[in-house]
């Protein structure tokens, strides 16, 4: 007889549970946290910076196959931004990696890109829109070539 009741749900949903048992069976459950403002940064910053590294890229090779007076001037400094990003991308994943958060591109529409995370158990999704990833990308640009010019003249300062 207990066969019959086994796997059929009968007797599954027939039991009695008692309001201690099910706290402490639903306190047994890992609780899931949501990101907090600082791992959302660090997921944004994992979305943006790829793409800041391949436009910085692209430029550098548009700028070699120019016929600029100072294209060896613009080549290297876009190489040394590259290669200041492409740590940064690096440091990115690891970072991610470290805390157990999983970043998905879910889908996108003429506006919107839609991304799916998992961080720590807890699965969300969240948008951003192009807009949004375009002032992102001209910022971070902006930030990277006002460091480097600030790492220039610093060098220049010192050899004085």
């Known amino acids: 007889m207990s066969k019959k009741l086994q796997g059929n749900g009968l007797w599954e949903s027939s039991r009695m549970m008692l309001p201690q048992h099910k706290e402490q069976s639903m306190s047994a459950l890992p609780q899931t946290a949501p990101p907090t403002k600082k791992e959302f940064e660090m997921m944004r910053k994992s979305i943006i910076l790829p793409v800041v590294l391949k436009i910085v890229e692209k430029k550098s090779v548009e700028v070699e196959m120019s016929s600029q007076t100072l294209k060896p001037l613009y080549s290297a400094a876009a190489k040394v931004l590259a290669n200041t990003i492409r740590a940064d991308v690096q440091q990115s994943k690891k970072d991610l990696v470290e805390r157990n958060i999983r970043v ?9 890109l839609y991304y799916r995370y998992i961080c720590r158990g807890h699965e969300d999704r969240f948008m951003m829109t192009k807009d949004f990833m375009r002032d992102e990308i001209s910022m971070q640009i902006g930030v990277y070539a006002k460091n480097l010019i600030a790492a220039l003249q610093k060098l220049v300062k010192n050899n004085r």
């Open 104 to 112: 998905f591109e879910d889908g996108k529409d003429d506006s919107v």
